[in-house]
């Protein structure tokens, strides 16, 4: 059976007090969760070592990563100090980090694997723009972004891979993907998946799909066979809009 993902994206949002207040809240609410999901929650890098203390059944990511190990990268947070401060998941190719900091297929392989090499697990962001889908180049991004950011990684590795489907249009805008086009994209993917690498592989991957998922479209998004739960940010900010969306299941 896939593990069942919901991820809370905080982006850049909540003071460290806020943060805690919510990272202790979320941790609250796990006590009453009905879903065999794993909860994950990604606060902003200045909060990571303080979260870490406050949660135990939640579990902690951090929303990027530097794509080089160690050294002269002023402003970069490495893999090894968000290990140090108790991070296991790193979001990476999310894209508001390849619209608004350029980040390409290129720079988010190398991190992916600088991950994996450290012992983190990537939860690795994917989806097309509006215009990309109306031009009906969807499939074609998305089989980029995977094929391209995931080149290199080993079968072996995908294990501690998650993906994340979040198409570019649902990101923010309250428009979330229908249950059909979110099931279409997801199948898409796993089907790529067992083409780059194996069926048994593909059949272990967890895909999360991400963009305006609340508790309200939760359950009708998670009813798909391919979707194994969600990045969620927006909703993510109250501990008891997240628990809704976690026992969506
Ligand atoms: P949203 O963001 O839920 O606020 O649309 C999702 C994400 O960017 O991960």
């Known amino acids: 059976m896939r593990q069942k993902i919901v991820a809370g994206n ?57 794509s080089e190990e160690k050294g002269a990268y002023t402003g970069e947070v490495s893999p090894d100090m968000l290990l140090s401060a108790g991070v296991e998941y790193v979001i990476i190719g999310h894209s508001e980090r390849r619209s608004y900091y350029n980040e390409d297929n290129q720079i988010l392989n190398q991190k992916v694997k600088l991950c994996l090499s450290k012992g983190l697990k990537p939860i690795f962001c994917c989806g097309e723009l509006l215009e990309e889908r109306e031009a009906g180049k969807l499939f074609d991004v998305v089989r980029s972004q995977i094929t391209e950011g995931l080149a290199g990684v080993s079968a072996e590795d995908m294990k501690q891979v998650v993906v994340a489907y979040e198409p570019v249009w649902a990101i923010g805008t309250g428009v979330t993907a229908s249950p059909d086009q979110a099931q279409e994209m ?61 026992n969506a299941y």
């Open 10 to 66: 905080w982006k850049m949002n909540t003071t460290l007090h806020e943060g805690l207040e919510l990272a202790k809240a979320v941790e609250a609410t796990s006590g009453s969760k009905t879903s065999d999901a794993i909860m994950i929650i990604a606060p902003p890098f200045t909060h990571l070592s303080k979260v870490s203390e406050v949660i135990s059944d939640v579990k902690l990511a951090s929303q990027n990563c530097a």
């Open 186 to 246: 997801h199948k898409f993917i796993r089907d790529l998946l067992a083409e780059m690498y194996d069926g048994e592989t593909a059949d272990s991957t967890t895909l999360l799909y991400g963009g305006s998922c609340k508790p309200s479209n939760a359950n009708e998004l998670f009813a798909n066979p391919d979707v194994d739960g969600g990045l969620i940010g927006g909703a993510s900010l109250k501990a008891e809009d997240f628990i809704a969306i976690v």
